[in-house]
């Protein structure tokens, strides 16, 4: 992986740059769209290329891993051969799902006990295991495997477990070191900054990871109900440390004015399963405000979805006939809907990405802040 | 409407031909993509015009009379503008929907009484109304309020219920008459031949039909549970008496094998939810035979979906990842299987007309109708 920093704002620490990795590259900032399982839910592969075109998208291991099962990711020749996309690929650790399966995992120095969503086999993840699955996945960017802490959580909760997290970085890179590439390309590790939500440990763990020397670095256990403010004033402080010749990824994050507010703080990569997951309860993200298109308002809006908007449902479909879709639960309206949030949200990164360059991003995004927090 | 008869197998009664409308041309023989509640289910209509391109699709009346209600389309110009669709719409006239609601309806001369299955509300069907609901509805072909009898059906219920569905038909026609075009397009009109499975009753219906002078003739109250003998000696009667220079559309038939069987018996056009509502359930039509891609046998076949395919998920997806696709309930494998299949249906019937235009349908279909009777 090279990654090259084109520009830093002056009036902010947003950043244009780029990342070249074997499946090509990568503009930064970029959004991720989540593909969980394989899938970026009702978005066919070539609708992603064509329409959306993000340079890179996301997998869950631990979705992968129950299935379809890691053994049949090998067969396939990884996840980008499995699901038919030649772009990048980056897959999470597990460590997010492991907390979210709260009621059903034990967490210890060795690894992770867990039970399956699916059908309740107990399973155990390790630094070590996540590594050789991720190895086998075959994303361009494999996580390090880490402990996602809730929110709020205890300060000593936060200390013990940003240690433990240290401890199974150091246990991951000392078994990637001897665990092959599985494929005929390369594999980038990034550590992930933990803390919770006290500046002193998010210090204390940036510069943990900044020292793990890694060809990227993210930020985790944010965006996990704390109140924005606290979200950057984390990003704040962590961005300070880790080093700017590295991409920087914040995970899990957001909604559009957090991503481009993170931007402003110096973030390069983000994700987030809100474009995918709202589209689903039909909320559309456009650039002056959010709209419901379940609400009777748009029944008889037959103006195009939006105007603005970069992709052919943008054009081809009206707001009147999208709410009907939703009205009939016709899932075709999930489709619209999701096509639409995720051009919006690459639109989005690519056009912060233009305003970095040109060199008015504060002033644009300042504007866009107050644009997108309106209700249409 | 034009309809021109290009060609009549030697071997058999199939017919090539083709009816112009003010929304173009139509191939026949044709099958229509059922679009009930104005949404080919998980399909874009880009991906309808692109990959599967139909040459008209069907809509039904008693659902878009529910939703999104007859006025909204009226004010969106009608159906096409309402859902984006440029090309030919046929509708149906609510009679099977009133047979499938059979316990919450109410069939008298004047008309039927239902409810709701959405929210229990009570409604009206009548000849007269259900012709003034398709004129705003605005399809390029509309059909004859007709009661489509179930099976089996007493010889006394069919014989009266077919003279109440001629009574009908003469209302529809009168009604028409002093009912104008909605729109700045033409609307042609067709009758439905009834009697369930009785000959003497359907030669009877199909000469009431016959004389009514319509630029078109439609079969129902078939695919309804009767073996397939006799649907197809029901079609043979018919087809003998409905006139050469009209086009004969068989409705709500039928699987890939029972549309040769008709198109060799002379129908010229076919509906069925089967292509769809089959692939929602995991079950793909190939030139083979079908396939249960659910099946644990499909879980480490890598190959493409159907090498024969004529669409892009035919190409870009595996066996494989729609099994699990389909496994971990994720909606694109829906999406998928629902476009391999129109897909499917449409390139047989385009292949059909080949090959009576070449005149070796008979043979074709012969050998055609073997393969697909197999599992894969």
């Known amino acids: 992986m090279k990654f090259t920093l084109h520009k830093t704002d002056v009036l902010s620490k947003a950043r244009a740059g780029s990342i070249?990795?074997?499946?090509?590259?990568?503009?930064?900032?970029?959004?991720m769209p989540v593909g969980t399982v394989a899938s970026v839910k009702g978005v066919h592969q070539k609708e992603l290329r064509e329409e959306i075109d993000p340079d890179i998208i996301l997998g869950n291991t631990y979705h992968l891993f129950l299935r379809p099962k890691t053994q049949i990711l090998k067969q396939a020749g990884g996840l980008h051969k499995f699901m038919g996309w030649d772009r990048n690929i980056l897959t999470d650790s597990g460590g997010y799902q492991?907390?979210?399966?709260?009621?059903?995992?034990?967490?210890?120095e060795e690894g992770v006990k867990f039970k399956s969503h699916i059908d309740g086999s107990t399973h155990m993840f390790t630094p070590e295991n996540v590594m050789e699955i991720q190895r086998v996945i075959g994303a361009d960017i494999i996580m390090a495997f880490d402990e996602c802490t809730p929110y709020p959580?205890?300060?000593?909760?936060?200390?013990?477990?940003?240690?433990?997290?240290?401890?199974?970085?150091?246990?991951?890179?000392?078994?990637?070191?001897?665990?092959?590439?599985?494929?005929?390309?390369?594999?980038?590790?990034?550590?992930?900054?933990?803390?919770?939500?006290y500046?002193?440990?998010?210090?204390?763990?940036?510069?943990?990871i900044a020292?793990?020397?890694?060809?990227?670095n993210?930020?985790?256990?944010?965006?996990?109900?704390?109140?924005?403010d606290e979200l950057y004033a984390m990003t704040e402080v962590v961005c300070e440390i880790l080093p700017e010749d590295k991409p920087r990824y914040l995970m899990g994050v957001?909604?559009?004015i957090n991503i481009l507010e993170n931007i402003a703080l110096g973030v390069d990569m983000f994700d987030c399963v809100m474009p995918t997951r709202n589209a689903r309860n039909g909320m559309l993200f456009t650039a002056h405000g959010t709209i419901n298109i379940k609400n009777k308002?748009?029944?008889?809006?037959?103006?195009?979805?939006?105007?603005?908007?970069?992709?052919?449902?943008?054009?081809?479909?009206?707001?009147?006939?999208?709410?009907?879709?939703?009205?009939?639960?016709?899932?075709?309206?999930?489709?619209?809907?999701?096509?639409?949030?995720?051009?919006f949200y690459l639109w989005l990164v690519r056009e912060a990405r233009k305003r970095i360059l040109a060199g008015d991003f504060r002033e644009w995004k300042d504007r866009m802040v107050k644009q997108m927090d309106k209700r249409l």
Chains 1, 2 share one sequence.
Not at 20 to 31: A, C, L, N, R, S
Not at 98 to 108: G, Q
């Open 153 to 197: 959580c205890d300060y000593n909760y936060a200390k013990r477990s940003m240690h433990m997290t240290h401890r199974w970085l150091d246990r991951c890179i000392d078994h990637l070191e001897k665990t092959p590439f599985e494929y005929d390309y390369a594999q980038s590790f990034f550590p992930i900054v933990q803390g919770s939500t």
């Open 211 to 216: 020292n793990a020397g890694a060809e990227g």
């Open 297 to 343: 308002k748009w029944e008889d809006d037959f103006s195009p979805l939006d105007e603005m908007g970069t992709t052919f449902v943008d054009r081809e479909y009206s707001k009147a006939y999208l709410r009907h879709l939703f009205a009939a639960n016709e899932y075709l309206g999930k489709q619209i809907a999701t096509i639409h949030n995720l051009g």
């Open 98 to 108: 492991v907390y979210s399966l709260s009621a059903n995992r034990k967490i210890k």
């Open 218 to 228: 993210a930020i985790g256990g944010l965006s996990v109900g704390e109140p924005a």
């Open 254 to 256: 957001g909604t559009p």
């Open 20 to 31: 070249e990795t074997d499946h090509g590259t990568i503009q930064t900032p970029i959004f």
């Open 199 to 208: 500046k002193d440990l998010r210090r204390q763990s940036a510069e943990y």
